[in-house]
């Protein structure tokens, strides 16, 4: 048995340590439906960034907060909704419920970030410990890139949720209906909006889209 | 004037047409020429046709009567191909396109003789309300054949038979401010909410914004209305905070100002859409808009008289006639009698005489029931030497498939009867007025009643908080009032949003001084109302004043009820036209007054709205969500059959091809699910198990939580082991089962049922939030993280040997262990849990890995005879040891004790876990409660149906009492032998015992109740 | 298509993120097993249908997968306030137009959340 299962939590990395060939979620999607190419009559573009590390983290903001700080240099953010990023652009952090926020990082970070969340947190090999919990679910989700000028009118066939920049402006993330699916929907800077969608649903969720975006020349970056 | 010769009612000049473009177009097989800005009705009118239709009942030749969505009669089947039919499309609301093809909707074989005339002419008399109930009642068997006929003779439009070529799509729209209607008001209403900055939708009906306005007498600014509706327009389309819908019309208004509003968006340009820059548009779309606050300029309708013969092709509604010819410059006849309750309706009769004697059209009389009309327009009307005939009205319009004359006299409406001789008018056109019905249907979707109004002689719109009706739509008919009540109106809405109203300069009007207008519904005959030839209320549902009055007396008295009898105001109609005047007459015949007699219901839709439209893009591939494993590719490829779980696609069996056969074929379904039942309990199969919920639970009450929420312990699970365990509700019944392993003093994970995922976890949080939330631990759904690869069979630890640093040793990797390590390079979680009764490790990597993995088990598998196999096999392998299915061998209603499964109830928990209490009450408790069972079919080859009912004595009378049912049934190519599942009441106590299976073929099996466990009842072979 | 405020997300969202989980404020009894069967039968089935003001049950399913209660006017659906678990309602059957001013101050907040949507 493993040392890790000693302790309170099984924390490992899920990541072999060998090069193995490694799938998104849309693998099956890009082989059965495609990737309509990107031309210069896209007013939608869409990207995938594959493989990145999500974590889940469960707390109470105040004590997540320090060891967020201590560990990224980031902010947790507070207010219902907020999206956050360090400097680089590279690791953000979103606030889901009064209890729950999604790290993202770049691939490969989360195992080590994983641990240095816990060790900032207290020892998770004390049984006394603080009650939080860090989730990887870097292999459930993917996240999808979406820009170009007619997103807001794709967004709009897809979601319920109100897009309008005054309701939704850079900074902001949500949890949604989409289609009949839904994903998280966050809008990082001015022109970009990012989708994160289930493993599971984003065969379907990219159907969708490149349906829904046909009308506007929807194009895929490889 | 010069006259089309081919439009032979079409003005050489004047309305909003293009002369420059004609269209031609297709009715009832025989072409005809337009112009663009005719709507189908123009056009036909234009031509001179005026039969469109048969109407629904008494199959009479119908004209067109309206210029609107409450055209009663001109419903027409559009298509020239089937997969472009589209049934029941008013022709007043269809914008003429090149190459239109359109039908009549009524009147099989054809509208100007047909079959059902011969019942409308012999029965027409005797076709009371409730008629086909009626007479077609017996025999009751018979009903389905005389309904297929009777429709086919009253036609109700037809669906395509072929896929639509179009695509549809929904929009999700919000704003501030939804306007509902481009008329005066709306436009003065939407100009100030755009300039206070607030969010702005302005959605209208019609093919160009503006309303009453685009065909307008009046001024505004000295200048024509339409100039300064497209003044506006101009504004408005310049901010970005508007969105301007035309062709829009708002629908349905559901909970909390959430409006359906139905665009079409290529309707007007063919019959499907055309292809852009390679793409195909959306034909038409619904836009779901979440308004902050509503307001309504719906405008009004205006109400035809009701008088004998006012069916006959050429009685119009008087505001209609004005629309042809200011807007269409078509006029719909030569010799025109009005009939009229108010001023307003004299603009009629001006805009036919100012056309000019050399046009060859007259206006032969104006019919006014008031005594003394004094109003501007009548003095202008008096000025041009029109004959008005005062106190009276038309009481009968003359004529067969086209009016020849109407009779007039003087009349008391008051004591409803005749009062004069009647003269008869020769002419070719009536129009009749009666006054102003607001537009209330919206409004009446929220469910707040409209209230009765002397004054407007017409129901305003009762408003829930948040809506406001502004110009017509409230019975402001005036047309400066009704600018200023737009502004005012808006600004009311603003302030409700926290705005101020901007600035706006209302227009100039030239307004006209207009007498005061009378009640008038019904015209009275000289015959009573039962004897007089047919009086119409409802053209659409061919609802006359006989049927209504009738209806009163057969004790109808409630509108409601009215309205259930005759049919009044059904279907596409909605009761635009005949509702006010239906009341008006139960009314009278009841001796009551019209808000006495009830208020009346709108429901949504207004107007129809196409299929296409509600389904937008969830069709065809799109229809539902299909969820896919990480494996899904490697499934496809094997060509395996899937089976829908929940929204899942899993592989249900991978038919291999045929050794012996030379053309490829594949085995059947038997032959497949055969040869992998044999291959796991002989050599070694694979499942992808990924679709199971799985849940990571962390916290220092993590292990509480479970031993509440769970029916059996957990205080002694170590890490390292995991556990079967049933979740049940709190009135004891099973919910959900699965296994759930310790992963660390305060970290688990949870498995539960495919299907069942969602809503274990909703009930996690359920319980933790709202009963225990001192409980410290944390739920997270990590279903979609792993891939759950199960291999399973005697030789499922050589396998898994070659590629893994796990060690696999029987003693210190036991059964119901798990461990991590690496399986294919890469890193896992393997449990030793197993569901189908043999050596099995369950092995879960993140997703992203899962295809390197399980190809590398296929890589090593060759040799052991490794075999994938799907969910049936699966049924087939668990049924076989008696393991369920939560929600195929439970349903609701199962307890664990029921099932057998004392053994997973901790009976002597310290806390009252969920479902326990429930396990003691006396229902729970009776000695005759379905319980699991096995059945051994008396014939082996038989395997029972799935469902199959059970008795006891097959001999018993019918109706036989049923005592349980056929829960799960295969063929078991292990047993060589058929073997089922069941529930049978009290089947606990009943082994050995003989139940009889009556089934659908008449056949009765026997078989025997046995315990549920049908192969390797000491359960040795997963301990291995 | 309810117009929902979540108290937690402080927002309002379409009915279709939300479940609705029936009546709010149903106690567990505290100790079922002394309690009788007829109590307990209460707690399991039996719910009233109130004309009016109800206090229903829902969580943000698609969202922040919170639960909260609506107290809600059966006849016209207007939504006269959303609040957490743990907190009281303001509008009660007993009170439709609100508690009186002392306890309504201390939830004013509470009500001020689901403002503008009036049915």
């Known amino acids: 048995m493993s040392d890790h299962t000693l302790t309170c939590a099984n924390v490992y990395d899920a990541r072999p340590a060998t090069e193995v060939p490694a799938e998104s979620p849309l693998a099956w999607s890009y082989q059965n439906t495609g990737r309509p190419s990107v031309s210069e009559k896209s007013r939608v573009v869409l990207r995938e960034r594959a493989m990145l590390g999500h974590l889940i983290l469960r707390g109470g903001a105040i004590v997540l907060d320090d060891a967020v700080r201590q560990v990224l240099g980031l902010q947790l953010p507070g207010r219902p909704n907020a999206l956050s990023h360090d400097e680089s652009g590279e690791r953000s952090i979103q606030w889901l419920s009064p209890d729950e926020w999604l790290l993202i990082v770049p691939g490969g970070e989360e195992f080590e970030l994983e641990q240095r969340l816990r060790d900032a947190l207290g020892d998770a090999r004390d049984t006394a410990v603080k009650n939080y919990a860090i989730v990887n679910v870097g292999g459930g989700q993917t996240l999808v890139e979406l820009e170009g000028e007619c997103v807001r009118e794709l967004l709009m066939k897809s979601t319920p949720y109100d897009v309008h920049p005054d309701a939704f402006p850079v900074g902001k993330g949500v949890t949604t209906v989409f289609a009949k699916s839904n994903l998280i929907l966050r809008r990082p800077t001015e022109d970009r909006w990012e989708l994160v969608l289930r493993r599971s649903f984003a065969d379907y969720l990219y159907r969708w889209l490149l349906d829904a975006g046909a009308e506007y020349a929807i194009g895929v970056e490889a | 004037m010069n006259q089309s010769v081919k439009q032979p009612n079409r003005l050489g000049e004047g309305g909003r047409i293009d002369r420059a473009r004609t269209l031609s177009f297709t009715f009832n097989g025989k072409r005809y020429t337009g112009h663009a800005g005719d709507t189908l009705a123009s056009a036909l009118l234009a031509n001179g046709v005026d039969i469109v239709n048969r109407s629904f009942k008494y199959s009479r030749p119908r004209g067109i009567v309206a210029a609107g969505p409450e055209e009663p009669n001109a419903l027409v089947q559009l298509g020239s191909t089937e997969a472009a039919q589209v049934p029941n499309v008013r022709a007043t609301q269809q914008a003429l396109f090149d190459g239109l093809t359109a039908q009549s909707t009524n009147g099989w074989p054809n509208v100007q003789r047909d079959v059902m005339g011969l019942v409308g002419k012999l029965g027409g008399r005797f076709m009371p309300p409730g008629f086909y109930y009626k007479t077609f009642m017996a025999p009751a068997s018979m009903w389905m054949t ?341 502004v005012a109106m808006a600004a009311r809405a603003l302030e409700a949003l926290g705005r101020t109203a901007g600035s706006i300069e209302l227009p100039q009007v030239d307004a006209l001084r207009e007498g005061a207008a009378c009640a008038l519904y019904q015209v009275p005959h000289e015959k009573q109302t039962l004897r007089a030839p047919k009086q119409f209320v409802d053209l659409q549902n061919d609802v006359t004043a006989a049927a209504i009055e009738l209806a009163t007396r057969e004790g109808f008295e409630s509108i409601e009820h009215v309205k259930r009898y005759t049919a009044m105001g059904f279907g596409t109609d909605q009761g635009k036209l005949g509702n006010i005047n239906g009341m008006a007459i139960a009314a009278r015949c009841l001796n009551k007054t019209i808000p006495e007699v009830g208020t009346t219901v709108f429901r949504p839709n207004y107007t129809p709205v196409t299929f296409g439209a509600i389904a937008g893009r969830h069709c065809r591939e799109l229809f539902d969500p299909e969820r896919y494993t990480a494996l899904h590719q490697w499934h496809v490829e094997q060509g395996a059959e899937f089976e829908d779980v929940g929204q899942w696609k899993r592989p249900w069996y991978f038919p291999q091809v045929r050794a012996e056969a030379a053309n490829g074929e594949r085995e059947s379904m038997a032959e497949a699910v055969a040869r992998e039942c044999l291959a796991v309990r002989e050599k070694v199969g694979i499942l992808d198990a990924s679709t199971l919920g799985k849940i990571d639970i962390q916290g220092p009450d993590a292990r509480e939580f479970l031993n509440r929420i769970y029916t059996n312990k957990w205080a002694k699970l170590e890490v390292g082991r995991a556990r079967y365990g049933l979740m049940c509700r709190d ?99 393997v449990f030793r849990i197993s569901f189908t009764g043999e050596l099995a490790y369950e092995i879960n990597v993140q997703a992203n890995y899962a295809r390197h993995v399980w190809k590398t088990l296929f890589e090593h598998g060759d040799k052991y005879g490794l075999t994938p196999y799907g969910t049936e096999t699966m049924h087939v392998l668990r049924a076989e040891k008696g393991f369920i299915i939560v929600g195929q061998d439970s349903d609701g209603s199962v307890t664990p004790e029921d099932l057998g499964m004392q053994w997973a109830v901790g009976y002597d928990k310290p806390y009252s876990w969920v479902g326990k209490r429930a396990l003691s009450r006396s229902d729970t408790r009776r000695t005759e409660r379905k319980q699991l069972v096995g059945l051994k079919p008396k014939d082996p080859k038989v395997v029972l149906e799935e469902g199959a009912q059970i008795v006891f004595d097959p001999d018993h009378a019918i109706p036989m009492p049923m005592v349980g049912h056929v829960t799960s049934s295969y063929y078991s190519p292990t047993l060589e032998s058929g073997f089922a599942l069941a529930v049978v009441k009290g089947g606990h106590r009943r082994m050995g015992e003989i139940v009889y299976l009556p089934s659908a073929d008449g056949k009765t099996h026997a078989a025997e109740i046995v315990g549920p466990i049908f192969y390797d009842s000491k359960g040795e072979r997963q301990h291995v | 298509m309810f117009h929902i405020y979540c108290p937690y997300c402080e927002e309002l969202r379409e009915e279709e993120e939300f479940h609705p989980k029936g009546q709010a404020h149903i106690a567990r009894p505290t100790d079922p097993d002394t309690c009788s069967d007829e109590a307990w039968g209460d707690y399991l089935f039996f719910r009233d249908n109130p004309r009016g003001i109800h206090h229903e049950l829902w969580v943000h399913a698609v969202g922040c997968r919170k639960f909260f209660n609506i107290t809600r006017n059966t006849v016209s659906y207007e939504i006269l306030e959303t609040y957490k678990i743990g907190e009281e309602p303001r509008f009660t059957a007993e009170h439709p137009a609100g508690k009186p001013t002392e306890q309504a101050a201390a939830e004013a907040e509470a009500v001020a959340r689901q403002e503008g949507v009036k049915a």
């Open chain 2, 731 to 829: 009135d004891g019944m099973l919910m959900d089962d699965g296994t759930t392993s310790c992963l660390g003093e305060n970290h688990f994970l949870m498995t539960t049922t495919t299907g069942g995922a969602a809503g274990v976890m909703e009930w996690l949080e359920l319980w933790h939030q709202t009963e225990w939330p001192e409980l410290q631990v944390y739920f997270t759904s990590v279903t979609d993280h792993w891939a759950t690869m199960t291999v399973t069979g005697p030789e499922a630890r050589k396998l898994l040997a070659e590629i893994t640093d796990i060690d696999l040793d029987r003693e210190r990797f036991k059964f119901m262990d798990w461990r991590e390590g690496k399986v294919a390079d890469v890193p896992a979680r």
């Open chain 2, 146 to 486: 005389y309904e297929k006929v009777i429709r086919m003779g009253a036609g109700l439009g037809r669906s395509p038979m072929v896929p639509d070529p179009d695509v549809y799509d929904h929009l999700n729209q919000h704003c501030d401010l939804l306007v509902v209607g481009a008329g005066p008001a709306g436009l003065a209403a939407a100009l100030t909410a755009a300039r206070s900055g607030a969010r702005v939708i302005l959605c209208d009906e019609q093919e160009e914004m503006g309303g009453s306005l685009l065909d307008s007498r009046e001024r505004l600014n000295n200048q024509p209305a339409a100039q300064w509706a497209e003044q506006v327009l101009a504004e408005l389309a310049e901010c970005d905070n508007v969105t301007l819908l035309a062709r829009t019309t708002a629908n349905g208004y559901h909970d909390h100002h959430f409006v359906t509003l139905h665009e079409r968006r290529t309707e007007h340009l063919g019959e499907t859409a055309p292809v852009v820059d390679g793409y195909c548009p959306s034909r038409s779309r619904m836009h779901r808009v979440r308004a902050g606050q509503v307001l309504l300029a719906t405008g009004a309708h205006e109400r035809p008289l009701v008088y004998a013969g006012n069916d006959v092709p050429g009685n119009l509604v008087a505001g209609a006639v004005s629309t042809y010819i200011r807007r269409y410059g078509v006029v719909p006849g030569t010799k025109l009698v009005l009939s009229t309750s108010n001023d307003h309706a004299y603009r009629v009769a001006l805009d036919w005489h100012d056309l000019g004697k050399a046009s060859g059209r007259e206006v032969v009389a104006i019919v006014d029931a008031r005594q003394a009309p004094d109003g501007e327009l009548v003095e202008q009307a008096r000025a041009r030497g029109i004959r008005i005939i005062t106190g009276s009205a038309v009481l009968e319009a003359k004529g067969d498939k086209r009016v020849s004359g109407a009779r007039v006299a003087t009349i008391d409406a008051e004591a409803f009867k005749v009062t004069g001789q009647a003269e008869t008018l020769a002419c070719d056109t009536i129009a009749s007025s009666g006054g102003y019905s607001p537009v209330i249907h919206l409004a009446s979707h929220t469910g707040a009643r409209p209230t009765w109004s002397d004054e407007v002689l017409g129901f305003v719109p009762g408003l829930v908080k948040g809506v406001h009706a502004a110009g017509s739509a409230r019975g402001i008919h005036d047309l400066a009032e009704g600018l200023a009540d737009g």
